[in-house]
Structures are given as structure tokens and as C-alpha cells.
């Protein structure tokens, strides 16, 4: 093991934790996010928006466990989201980390939306929140990790780690140090803080917290995870994950190359005098910011696309047509879907006006449904309400292009 001396120590070693950015590029790119996340964020009708923030969550969990090498079927993680675990060991684990992830993004999510206010989402008492929820629901072979010297050791979740570890070719901070590094970042990122009253700074420093986060390797293991995790805490206090609609860990997993080289080239040293003031590179770190303000673009734009009123207006009209071809219920059923999709949720007797049949014709659309997972209901007053839901299985057919296209054509076969 290496004398103390070779890990960071003092908290002026990751500075830049602000990109210095001449060109004025990424505000440009900062407001563009703002603008598209703010476009995004008002297509749907409120209760169809949760519906879908539900339907995606199990996306977000996919991609952010498969960017740590856990590739869990996203018919697996239905499965388990349904209680059904494999009997195979190892796919039963991994679809538990899955489900783990998944409840957590939901309990962010839910304390956002129900007022609870979350001040600082870069204190150190939030992270370890994070870590904590995650890894108590974790399996226990999930629980170790390896130190620098290559000891197995026992995760201690929500605990800061107190061994040494190097992720490829950067040694983290001291371990006896992290308390004063994530004390720096927490009081630096803090969204409340008089330094950060510009929203357009806030949410460049989305991107370099992002990074600095990764950087500090705060935990023994699970640092991805709860770095990814809070990234999307930050975008909801700033109001722009558009309602669980997009997922900063899609973009991320598609470019996974592009992604850890970034990580990996912003945790150099300056290169030379004209590279910032700071001890780390600033060229690199704007190259990151600039990297992970365009993915979050891309991805608002490419599920502005998918959500698309007339596009999913077709899309459900040829999907009703294909699963009443295929028996699996009436051809009325799609104007139900389409109705739904864009009001949210409609009542028994209005489902009767718009397929135009029977009491007893619109039960049995009803129960079929149901019984695809397409469709609950709830009776409210006196009226019985319908209300939308999105199966993963059905998601080549309704959302197409959100998982890669092999799991798709898995997932095609079985309907």
C-alpha cells in the first residue's frame, strides 16, 4: 500500500469544480436543455406523464446497472417488478439490484413530488441516503467490493468507505480524507448556496458535480450508481427531468465508451500552465460538461419524438390492430389506448360513447385489458374510471427504440 502521501489529501486537489469556459459553449448548451426539458415537460396530460414516469423508471434502472456490466433483462426486471423471481441464482440477484434501484429512483421521485423539499441534493447526508436505501435491499454477494490492494471488504451501506481504491488508472482521494472532500462538494454544489443564484451555472454544474462526484469515489462500491442517481436528483430540483420522461443513464449506457473516457480523461492533472488554475485539467472537465449537457439533449429530443401526440396516436391505432388480430382483444380497444394516452383517464361511460357498444361489450374490452396490463381502474364517485398503464413488455410496439434492439426482439417474440 502507498504512503499517504500518493492519495489526495487537501480539497484544493479537485479543483476546478467550475468549468472555466471561454467560449461560452456550455451555457449555450444549458440553455437549450432548459428550453427542451421545458417543451418536453408540458406534452402530456398530468396523470398520463406519471403513468409513463412509471413505465420508464425500469428503463432508467436497465441502463444504469448495465453501465457497471449487470445486463438484466428488461423482461426480467417486469418479472421481478411482478414478484417473480428466476430460480437461477444469479439472474435472481440481478434482477433484485434491479427492483433495488427502481424503488429507490421512485422514493426520489415521490419526495419531490409530494413537497418534500431536499435542499442540498450534494450533501453528504443525501448521498448516503442514496447508498444506504440501495444496498439494504441489495443480495449479499453484491455487498463486496475489492480495495486497492485487492482485499475483499464488506460494503457498510450509507457509510463513507475507509479503504483505499483506484477506478482504472485514478487512485481516490484518502480515504481518512472523504469526510472534508464531500464537505467541500456539498457546500460548492449546493444549489441554495448565494454562489449558485444563476440557474444556467446550476446546470452546468449538474454535468461537473457529475464528474467530481465519480472523482471523490466516496463509497467502497456503488459510487456509479449513486453518482447516476444523483445527477437525476439534480435534475429534479431544477425542474428539468421533465417528470421522469427522460433518462440521463440511457444516454450514458449508449455511448458507455465515450462516457467512461470522459470520466477517465477529467480525472487528469492540468496539462500544462494555459490548462486552468486548478490542480485537475480544465480542458478535460469542460469536455465532459459539454458531453453530458448533450446527451441529456439528446435524450429529451429523442423522447419528445417517441411521445410525439400524432405519432403515438398512429402508433397505438396499428398496435390496437395487431393485438386484435392476434385475438388478444377487440379492435374497439385501441380507441380506448389512444384516449387514454392523451386525456389520462376516462370513464366507463365515456369508453361506451367512443367504441359505440354495449355495457357488456365494453366489460370484456375491460378485463382484457386488464388482464395485458394495459389498463386499471377505480372507481371514484359514482363513476368507474379507467386509467392507462405501459407494460415493458409492449414496449417495442408503443415506445420503440428505448432498449437495445436485441432485447426488443426478445420481447417481440413473446406476444
Request: aromatic share 12%.
Amino acid at each position: 500500500m502507498p504512503n499517504n502521501i500518493d492519495f489526495y489529501t487537501t480539497v484544493d486537489s479537485m479543483e476546478p469544480l467550475f468549468p472555466d469556459d471561454a467560449s461560452r459553449e456550455l451555457e449555450a448548451l444549458a440553455i437549450e436543455l432548459i428550453e427542451k426539458a421545458g417543451k418536453l415537460s408540458g406534452v402530456l396530460n398530468p396523470i398520463t406523464r406519471v403513468a409513463l414516469g412509471d413505465f420508464l423508471r425500469p428503463m432508467n434502472s436497465y441502463y444504469s446497472n448495465l453501465i457497471e456490466g449487470h445486463d438484466t433483462h428488461p423482461l426480467d426486471i417486469e418479472r421481478a417488478l411482478n414478484n417473480d423471481f428466476s430460480k437461477d441464482k444469479i439472474n435472481r440477484d440481478l434482477q433484485k439490484e434491479a427492483l433495488a434501484h427502481i424503488n429507490l429512483h421512485k422514493y426520489i421521485t415521490e419526495k419531490y413530488a409530494s413537497g418534500v423539499e431536499i435542499r442540498n441534493p450534494a450533501s453528504g447526508e443525501f448521498l448516503k441516503e442514496i447508498h444506504k436505501k440501495f444496498y439494504d435491499h441489495l443480495p449479499e454477494e453484491f455487498k463486496f467490493a475489492k480495495s486497492k490492494d485487492n482485499k475483499k471488504l464488506k460494503v457498510t451501506p450509507g457509510e463513507f468507505r475507509k479503504a483505499e481504491v483506484e477506478v482504472v488508472k485514478h487512485i481516490a482521494p484518502f480515504s481518512a480524507s472523504i469526510d472534508l472532500f464531500a464537505h467541500r462538494f456539498q457546500n460548492f454544489y449546493n444549489p441554495t448556496n448565494a454562489n449558485n443564484k444563476s440557474k444556467i451555472k446550476r446546470i452546468i454544474s449538474i454535468a461537473a458535480s457529475h464528474h467530481r462526484l465519480a472523482w471523490i469515489h466516496p463509497f467502497l462500491d456503488g459510487n456509479g450508481r449513486v453518482v447516476r442517481l444523483f445527477s437525476d436528483a439534480c435534475f429534479m430540483y431544477e425542474g428539468l427531468d421533465a417528470f421522469g420522461l427522460w433518462s440521463i443513464s440511457r444516454g450514458l449506457a449508449r455511448s458507455n465508451n465515450n462516457y467512461k473516457s470522459h470520466l477517465a480523461n477529467a480525472d487528469q492533472i492540468k496539462l500544462n500552465n494555459y490548462d486552468g488554475r486548478g490542480n485537475l485539467s480544465n480542458k478535460y472537465l469542460i469536455e465532459f460538461c459539454g458531453y453530458f449537457l448533450k446527451v441529456a439533449i439528446d435524450q429529451i429530443t429523442f423522447m419528445t419524438k417517441v411521445i410525439d401526440a400524432e405519432t403515438m396516436a398512429n402508433r397505438l391505432d396499428a398496435f390496437g390492430e395487431l393485438m386484435a388480430l392476434r385475438n388478444y382483444f377487440k379492435p374497439e380497444a385501441k380507441y380506448i389506448l389512444t384516449e387514454l394516452f392523451l386525456k389520462g383517464k376516462i370513464s366507463k361511460s365515456d369508453a361506451m360513447r367512443i367504441t359505440n357498444t354495449s355495457d357488456k361489450t365494453i366489460k370484456i374490452i375491460a378485463e382484457s385489458l386488464i388482464k395485458l396490463e394495459l389498463l386499471y381502474t377505480k372507481k371514484e364517485g359514482i363513476h368507474m374510471m379507467y386509467y392507462a398503464k405501459y407494460p415493458i413488455k409492449f414496449s417495442p410496439l408503443l415506445f420503440p427504440g428505448l432498449y437495445p434492439c436485441d432485447k426488443e426482439i426478445d420481447m417481440m417474440n413473446i406476444i
